[in-house]
């Protein structure tokens, strides 16, 4: 009970991680990365391969993993620069099945659709973590830092002026800020945190398919960040913590196993519609979607 | 890697056509509904995949005559559409939601559908098996089969009378019009929001036509409907968005591409070609072929 209790906390770490990196840039800079699910696909993918093929220590594969992750989403961003809300949204989602296409293809790195198998669990300076609890610390520790690190960032001068660019870009382009470059930093800062939690994630699941990184993932994270609430730390914490468990309860349920996935998904794109209609900025949301 | 020898690549074209004449339809209802409702709806591609599912419904497990089974599928479809307009989009757009909200609870309506027809019908491939596959004809070097000139004059017959439909016809005048400035249109009396209602259902209708000849051409299985909509996202992006011959252009390049690019790529990339497309256009030249600054400049409409 205590390995299942566990399992949830990890992912509920994972998912926190995901979601509140996609608030830093989709709530407090107004960048709606579609393809966020992508860049925690890179961290695993970066990570796993790591580590299985080239025997590289957990610690520098999952560093890796969040700077492979952080550069590709600054090349996005260049790529993108000239479009805006809707188009770079989708843009952005475009790159997501791109990220999967390959994932499938490129046979001989990723092994396809066959996946990586066999991802060992993380070793930190000689101690090996095997047990689901040592794992749920550990996860929790990368969250706890990884959200200290967001709060600095979002509370400081400099996070003011990312909240500036998503309520008028112009306007904090025509008072010297260098638009462009801050939603650089952003998308790199945010798809950084995304590659951590992919390795995490891979680390954890110990087996990584292109399958895992597609769009039922990205409504798991979006239900997250608009249950929770845009701009708001705390509200991704809290969306996380409600939307892993909701599911979860599903399990006391007499259904069938194959039913499970789906149902899920369902259960969780109804989630999303209603919050839309009904609470759109969520629990502790600041600031509306645009 | 080895190139493929010359000789299939009047094959590749004649497929590429066929794949263009199947996402020109889903296209032309992406491009429709964006035109006059200015959102893109990400959950195209899933109206289409019911109207797939309804005709297999009504032809391989009810035992209806098919072209009453296709028949009941459209209209079922665009009431299906209509529904959802009036209870998501809707309610949505009352609230001023603003245009990428609109695209979220698409995505989500989207994976919705998809996951509601998985639960139904399970994630196993469906055939329709309407028209056995029969032998192909040889034109100059390919090989294509009566249904395939079946999808694709379908496709071409539908498209020509939509677009005399929107130029002559006082309906067409009206989605212009909302198409062109709502609030103008507003003011000369026309309601817009049924304009906006009937050009979605329309869009419907169209999409389950597309279901139902993707459905006779290709299998049918819950992950279609999502593919289909990026790839009209990708046509009209490179056609020009909002506009209809831009929507059919651009898919039967993307068809074209993706088809001819299997000439030098394995065909897993397939995909992958016309993402890489939709990238060009969106770096060089995001309005398109035939569009106007529009879709890029107003983003808050």
Redesign the interface.
Known sequence: MSAYFSQILILICIYAIVAGSLNLAFGYTGL?N?GHIAFFGLGAYTSAILTVEYQVPFMAAFFAAGAVAGVFGWVITA??S??????F???A???N??AV??F??WISFTH?PLGIAGVPRPQIFGLKILSPEGYAAFAFLVMAAVFLFMRRLTASRYGRVLEAVRDDALGAEALGKNVFRLKCQCLVASTFCAGLAGSLFAHFIQFIDPYSFY??D??VA??IL?VGGLASLKGSLAGALIIIIIPELLRFLPIPD??V???R??V???I??GI??VR?RGIFGKV??? | MEIASAAILPQLIVNGLIAGAMYSLTAAGFSLVYATNRFLNLAHGGIMMVGAYLVYTFFNLAGLNFYAASFLAVICTSLFGGFLFVSVYRPLRQKKAANMVMLIAAAGLAILLEALVTLIFGTDVKQLNFISVQEGWHIAGAIITPLQLVVMAVSAVLLVSFAVFMKYSSWGKLIRAVADNADLARTTGINPYAVQLWSFVIACAIASVAGILIGLERNIEPRMGLGFALVSFASTVVGGMGSLPGAILGSYLIGLAENVGQWILPSGYKEAIWLVMLFLFLLIRPSGIFGTEQGVRQTKL
Do not use: C, M, W
Request: zero cysteines; hydrophobic letters at 60%.
């Open positions: 709606v579609l790529i993108t000239r479009l805006k809300g809707d188009y949204a989708l843009a989602l475009a790159f099945f791109l296409a390959v499938l293809n396809g769009l039922p990205l409504i979006l239900t608009i194959h039913v996935g789906p149902l998904q369902a969780y794109s109804a999303l519609i839309l209609l759109p509306d979607l645009e």
